[in-house]
């Protein structure tokens, strides 16, 4: 069974730019999770989708935005890039029940200068 | 809010040490408990978890028992091996407005020496 996937792996933005990171979760997951994940901060929980429905959502500006689609897969927008938003962001999916584990994949590393 | 408090690193150990990483949470509720491991270059990957007070979560010769009297969830694992090198997340569960979200201690870097 094929894992989760992010595309790009990389990306490098200028401030002020707007960005779309994608994720297609595993196969029959329907739960998709976003983190950001800063040395300083750790990782922080961005939002959750679940059958194309922002679940849950995370302490984040409204700068940051996401979607699902039918099939389950997912974007994430950040617009109007500044700097402190460079980060590796994790996606992850589940089965959507309460104590499921996530499932992760590998993350797509943005650098905003 | 719920939060969880993980010691911090780095730890470096020689190969066959024991290990413990200490894990903290704090939680209305019942929440369930994670530890996730994070490889150079790689995402998160689930190394064991535990729903309820006493039970104990076991992977790759790790342990941990969610202790509810003392609010722990500390992983051990009796031998660490050079490939057991990575950062450690404790996580636990909450469940809020139908959906849920994991909160994540800072993490434990382990670096184990041949």
């Known amino acids: 069974k094929a894992g989760v996937t992010q595309t790009p792996r990389y990306l490098i933005k200028t401030r002020g730019q707007q960005v779309t990171l994608s994720c297609s979760p595993i196969?029959?997951?329907?739960?998709v999770s976003w983190y950001q994940q800063t040395p300083g901060q750790g990782l922080q929980f961005l939002f959750e989708?679940?059958?194309?429905?922002?679940?849950n959502k995370g302490n984040f500006p409204g700068r940051f935005s996401g979607r699902q689609f039918s099939n389950s897969r997912s974007e994430m927008n950040v617009s109007t890039l500044e700097l402190g938003d460079s980060a590796l962001y994790l996606c992850?999916?589940?089965?959507?029940?309460?104590?499921?584990?996530?499932?992760f994949g590998n993350g797509t590393r943005l650098t905003v200068t | 809010g719920d939060s969880v408090t993980q010691m911090e690193g780095p730890v470096t150990l020689s190969e066959e040490a024991f290990l413990t990483i200490n894990c903290t949470y704090t939680?209305?509720?019942?929440?369930?408990l994670f530890w996730y491991v994070q490889y150079p270059g790689e995402g998160l990957q689930l190394l064991l978890k535990?729903?309820?007070?006493?039970d104990k979560g076991s992977n790759k010769g790790f342990e941990a028992t969610y202790r509810k009297e003392t609010t722990s969830f500390h992983l051990e694992k009796g031998s660490v091996q050079v490939s057991d090198s990575a950062v450690y997340f404790c996580?636990?569960?909450?469940?809020?407005?139908?959906?849920?979200?994991?909160?994540f201690g800072k993490g434990t870097s382990l670096l184990v020496t041949p």
């Open positions: 992850a999916s589940s089965l959507s029940q309460y104590n499921s584990p996530l499932h």
């Open positions: 996580a636990l569960s909450a469940q809020e407005n139908s959906g849920y979200a994991l909160n």
């Open positions: 939680a209305t509720g019942y929440p369930s």
């Open positions: 196969s029959g997951h329907r739960s």
């Open positions: 989708y679940f059958s194309e429905t922002q679940r």
């Open positions: 535990a729903t309820k007070a006493d």
